[in-house]
Structures are given as C-alpha cells and as structure tokens.
Nanobody
Framework: QVHLVESGGGLVETGGSLRLSCVAS????????MGWFRQAPGEKREFVAA???????RAADSVKDRFTISRDSTKNTAYLQMNSLKPEDTAVYYC???????????????WGPGTQVTVSS
C-alpha cells in the first residue's frame, strides 16, 4: 500500500510562492498518477493538479496559470510549485495517488495527511 507524506506548507503573503513536496513509498504506484487536492475550512475537497508517470499534466482552471506540478520518478516525489498566491488559496493541501486522470484524479488509492498553506492578505 502506498504511503504519502507532504511537506512545504506554511504562511506566505499574497503574491508569494511556495513549493509543496510529496514523497511516496510502499510500492505499486510507479505507473500511477500523482496529484494534489485542497480543502478550505467549511468547503469540499477540490482537485488542484495531477501528473501521470510519463509527464502528462492537468490542473484546475483556478490555478493553471499560477501552479505547476512536476514529478521526479527517481525520488518517488511530486512537487507543486505555487506562485502568485492569493488568500483564496488558503487550505490544507493533500497529496494523492490514483490510477485515472480526466478532469480530475480518479480511482484514488492513497492520501497523504495534508499540509497547511495559509496566504495572508
């Protein structure tokens, strides 16, 4: 079973940048899709971005011009570079692994515990 751990969250001012990392271990995920979701207080968890094992990416319209997802398969790590951050980006960000990518990451087989991102106005 895959085990995911996120890092890189924190407090940043509006317009700032953060890079989140997600390290995967456990096995069975090497050809899977790695992605990010986020959940703000009182809101549903929403898809942010995902990347397939061969580099195809998908991102939500709300972030696609500001966030970039990448993956280093040699390190079993996915990254989310977040630029031009806004207060509405404040949320807990969760890493996930799944087997299907369309407009969102589907058939999820594992979640990380999450990392808090707070953008001050």
């Amino acid at each position: 079973q895959v085990h995911l751990v996120e890092s890189g969250g924190g407090l940043v001012e509006t317009g700032g940048s953060l890079r989140l990392s997600c390290v995967a271990s456990g096995g069975g995920f090497y050809n899977d899709v790695m992605g990010w979701f986020r959940q703000a207080p009182g809101e549903k968890r929403e898809f942010v971005a995902a990347i397939t094992y061969n580099g195809f990416t998908r991102a939500a319209d709300s972030v696609k011009d500001r966030f970039t997802i990448s993956r280093d398969s040699t390190k079993n790590t996915a990254y989310l570079q977040m630029n031009s951050l806004k207060p509405e980006d404040t949320a807990v960000y969760y890493c996930a692994v799944g087997t299907s990518l369309s407009t969102t990451l589907r058939d999820i087989t594992g979640w990380g515990p999450g990392t808090q991102v707070t953008v001050s106005s």
